[in-house]
């Protein structure tokens, strides 16, 4: 019902930035919540950030204060600046759209393919 398709990821130095987005399309009035995660290879995939319908934004401890989450709702596009890039922030980010809280439903949400982010000099 839905497809999400991201883009931006890439190579970039310590201390650098990246834009992530991701595009959504399809049965897309029904979203209330979409973020980003990202799973390191033998690890959980773990919350980067999310937005809601509202506009509350969550961010993990990690990426506070250099991760910025945003929409734009005329293009059906979340987007995730990233600034302060460090190593550990390598790995892939996925995007994530979905349904949750609502009363009388189950929650649901789908996923991006992935995109790349390497930090490194």
């Known amino acids: 019902q839905v497809q999400l398709v991201e883009s931006g990821g890439g190579l970039v130095q310590p201390g650098g930035s990246l834009r992530l987005s991701c595009a959504a399309s399809?049965?897309?009035?029904?979203?209330?919540?979409m973020g980003w995660y990202r799973q390191a290879p033998g690890k959980q995939r773990e919350l980067v950030a999310s937005?809601?319908?509202?506009?509350?934004?969550n961010y993990a401890d990690s990426v506070k204060g250099r991760f910025t989450i945003s929409r734009d709702n005329a293009k059906n596009t979340v987007y995730l600046q990233m600034n302060s890039l460090k190593p550990e922030d390598t790995t892939d980010y996925y995007c994530n759209a979905g349904r949750v809280r609502t009363t009388g439903t189950n929650p649901w949400f789908y996923w991006g393919q992935g995109t790349q982010v390497t930090v490194s000099s």
């Open positions: 399809g049965s897309i009035f029904s979203i209330n919540v």
């Open positions: 937005i809601t319908s509202g506009g509350v934004t």
